[in-house]
């Protein structure tokens, strides 16, 4: 994370890149400076997951595929107002935005793992990448915990006195990595079939999701997208649909009439290939539609992943 950038946790910033035009000089009642910075961040702490065991009667261990658990995020920083009163005020609103489970109850179908939004500076600014000079990211995090440490010697004074407060706080990532913080999405409103290329920026594989509205006729969509290939049996029905390619949850779904329910039985892979993953750079896809429509509105989209 860049400490120059704005840092913003459910609509609380963090960490305010302008916080010095915050401040009022003079040394007087209502002077001093107002808003929050992170000080320090710590991304590096992340579970590796994968079977080992003893090799049998020689050095050494046997392995299987490693794959990333869950990240901690450790973060510190340092809160600022004018006057006592205000201070406590703005702690109150920093401990509520730390909180997993109002983080929980803004969004239950996310669990709690809300946006870490942040940025990072880039030399990659050209037109088709980052113009502003910035990439614009966010991790998926849930507050775990958060303290601040109340002293006399640092808090005291009159009331009136501009204060400041140092503040620890710990998030937990189910999904430990980095992402763009908006979508990379492709039509699939176009005649069959739709092909092109996906582009990621990012330095790590990319889940696929799509959503396809049909119409109420039984066929086939066959889809070759990153690492995989995989076709979509769809049936007939007396009414429109759409299709749920859930990617992120390795899940096929099918809406109806406002009912939306699992339906892994029309979901088949092709040779040996499973959930597809979009590698770094230029991937060609193809949408192969059979008898089965699809109208406007049908997409495909992924988040770019940073390692």
Not at 24 to 44: A, E, F, K, Q
Not at 62 to 71: D, I, K, S
Not at 257 to 268: A, G, H, K
Not at 276 to 283: A, F, R, V
Request: negative net charge; aromatic residues 10%; contains cysteine.
């Amino acid at each position: 994370m860049d400490l120059n950038r704005d840092i913003t946790y459910r609509g609380y910033l963090l960490n305010d890149a302008a916080i010095e035009t915050n401040l009022s000089g003079g040394g007087g009642t209502n002077t001093g400076i107002i808003g929050c910075v992170v000080d320090t961040v710590d991304l590096s702490d992340v579970d590796v997951i994968q079977f080992m065991e003893k090799r049998s009667q020689q050095d050494g261990m046997e392995a299987g595929v490693p794959y990333l658990g869950t990240l901690r995020i450790r973060m510190s920083g340092t809160l600022y107002n004018l006057n006592r009163s205000a201070l406590y005020d703005d702690l109150m609103s920093l401990r509520a935005a730390m909180s997993p489970v109002l983080a929980y109850r803004e969004s239950p179908l996310d669990y709690g793992y809300l946006p870490l939004y942040f940025s990072l500076p880039t030399l990659r600014n050209d037109a088709n990448e980052y113009p502003t000079g910035y990439a614009d990211l966010r991790i998926l995090a849930m507050p775990r915990s958060f303290q601040t440490t109340i002293q006399r010697d640092a808090m005291g004074g009159d009331d009136n006195d501009s204060l400041a407060v140092p503040w620890q706080a710990t998030f937990i990532a189910k999904d430990p990595t980095i992402q763009g913080a908006e979508y990379q999405s492709y039509s699939l409103s176009t005649s069959s079939p739709v092909t092109g290329n996906f582009i990621n920026r990012g330095y790590y594989i990319c889940p696929l999701n799509m959503l396809i509205a049909t119409g109420n006729t039984a066929g086939t969509i066959t889809v070759s997208a990153g690492d995989s290939l995989f076709r979509i049996t769809v049936p007939s029905s007396t009414g429109n649909r759409t299709i749920r390619f859930k990617g992120e949850d390795k899940i096929l779904t099918i809406e109806e009439d406002s009912v939306e329910v699992p339906r892994m039985d029309l979901l088949t892979f092709l040779g040996d290939t499973t959930w597809p993953l979009i590698s770094t750079g230029t991937t060609a896809y193809s949408v192969t539609f059979a008898s089965a429509t699809h109208t406007t509105g049908s997409l495909m989209w992924f988040y770019e992943r940073y390692a």
